[in-house]
């Protein structure tokens, strides 16, 4: 963890001197590729000191993470453009939203860990509302439903009178913690170590910044993804509800057993949606502007 502390210090430190300068495509594409290798290195090397069910946790984990990332810079790029904010701004802007999402999702994943100890059947609300969550994001038109959304927190905060820049913080803060209300409980779902809960967390959000200049095109071809991610969501909560049950040592239902689903099927499911998700998106708006 400690490493982790210095490599999330370091990205701030460096962001913070750069804070006045324009982020160019090179300059995101490096970092963007670094904070991938890093998460997968990292998996890696967690596999030598812990077992295969814990590195498998934690790809699962950061990918489902990394994934609803995108949705959440999507809503960035809709704050930070209706509310005008310069590009020189952008990059300071973009470090406190993370920040802010970082330090609150440590103390959900805190306040989860200690529900879910003390309160197994808190897995049947966890999967019930990954379930809900699912169903509405699959059935949404999600560009003009999140416009619609972002417009509304803007408005409020800006007829409080504030500058934008205060207008965009607040903002980016306040779609972090909603974002996380779907995040923390979909991880928690594959995994109930605090330890990957949270390095997959950090891995996921770490590079974030950088990915918001360099998919900026790319964010309107993955057209699926949200699609994609609620089937993923979906599958997270049935798998939920289904250790709940076994959680309470209800293993049949009519005579039918309750399925067990394993981390490994869990990730071949994560995997193969995103998969198909961007290659779908890819293919289909590459026929679009062909025609």
Known sequence: MSVLA???????SWAVIRRNQVTSLKEASLWSLLYVSLAIAFGIYLGTWTDA?????????WLTEYSLSFDNLFVFVIILSRLKIEEKSKQLALLFGILIALVFRIIAITLGAAAIKQFEWIFFIFGAFLIYTAIHLFMESSQKDEEEKESKIISYLSA???????????ALGLTDILFALDSIPAIFGLTESVYVVITANIFALMGLRQLYFLIGGLMQRLIYI????SVILGFI?????FHAFH????????????PKITITQSLSVIVATLAIATIASL????RKKIN
Do not use: C, R, W
């Not at 210095?6 to 701030?12: E, P």
């Not at 069910?53 to 984990?61: D, H, I, L, S, V």
């Not at 909560?237 to 509800?241: P, T, V």
């Open 6 to 12: 210095i490599i999330v210090l370091f990205d701030f």
């Open 53 to 61: 069910q814990t590195q498998q946790e934690f790809f699962a984990g």
């Open 160 to 170: 409080k009178g504030m500058k934008p820049f205060t207008v965009a913080l607040l």
């Open 226 to 229: 949200g699609k994609g991610l």
């Open 237 to 241: 909560g049935i798998k939920l509800l």
């Open 247 to 258: 959680a309470v040592d209800i293993h049949e239902i009519a005579g039918i057993g309750v």
């Open 283 to 286: 293919i289909v708006t590459s």
